[in-house]
């Protein structure tokens, strides 16, 4: 059975402080990883997809990676800003199905 | 429309009661998802539909749970003798299909079970 897991649960940090946040698998044989972004009392947005042949990707400040063989995908987050303030989930999606399983996510709050 | 619409946004029921969450999926998109999220945790999910037909229903806690998308647009997740533990924020998700590329979230359904 697939199990994501995100560490840290928490982070806060000062505004201009590059951040990375952890994401780890148990079953390697996924389909693709994706990386929300979830504001309270809000839905999930989609920030980044990697599919499994691939290594990163990037989009502005964020950058994310994927190490399939281990089980791992970390989100780099550049010169966070106070609007970066809010949980990031990851989600994977195996090869049989097409369901999201989610880690229970990061809260992260960035200081002005 | 332009995203995934949800109502209602927040249900408060009795213990007990029956409830009907409504999901309108973007137009065109051929499957659609439900997931609940509990308090502190991640989305679970409960069922997934392509077209008309629930191709995986593995999430559904029990059988007071079940959901239907008759003319492949519009979804409906129904829960009976609702239970206090049943609180949750209800997420319905749409895409284009496979491989999660396109997936998009509503803003949720907070179910309140008193």
């Known amino acids: 059975k697939q199990e994501v897991t995100q560490i840290p649960a928490a982070l806060s940090v000062p505004e201009g402080e590059n951040l990375v946040l952890n994401c780890s698998f148990t079953d390697s044989a996924i389909y693709n990883l994706q990386w929300f972004r979830q504001d309270p009392g809000k839905g999930l947005t989609s920030l980044l997809l990697?599919?499994?042949?691939?290594r990163e990707q990037t989009s502005g400040r964020l950058n994310a990676s994927l190490d399939k063989s281990s089980g791992r995908s970390t989100l780099y987050i550049a010169a966070s800003q106070p609007g970066d303030s809010a949980t990031y989930l990851c989600?994977?999606?195996?090869?049989?199905?097409?369901?999201?399983?989610f880690g229970t996510g990061t809260l992260l709050a960035v200081q002005p | 429309g332009a995203g995934v619409s949800q109502t209602p946004s927040n249900k408060v029921t009795e213990k007990g009661k029956y409830v009907e969450l409504r999901c309108d999926p973007i137009s065109g998109h051929t499957a659609l998802y439900w997931y609940r999220q509990s308090l502190g945790q991640g989305p679970e999910f409960l069922i997934y539909?392509?077209?008309?037909?629930?191709?995986?229903d593995s999430g559904l806690p029990n059988d007071r749970f079940f959901a239907v998308r008759p003319e492949g647009s519009v979804s409906t997740l129904k829960i009976q003798r609702t239970e206090r533990g049943d609180s949750a924020v209800y997420l319905c998700?749409?895409?284009?299909?496979?491989?999660?590329?396109?997936?998009?979230f509503g803003s949720g359904t907070r179910l309140t079970v008193v």
């Open positions: 539909f392509q077209g008309t037909g629930a191709a995986d």
């Open positions: 990697i599919q499994s042949s691939q």
């Open positions: 989600a994977v999606i195996g090869g049989a199905t097409n369901k999201l399983i």
């Open positions: 998700a749409s895409s284009l299909g496979l491989s999660g590329r396109g997936y998009t």
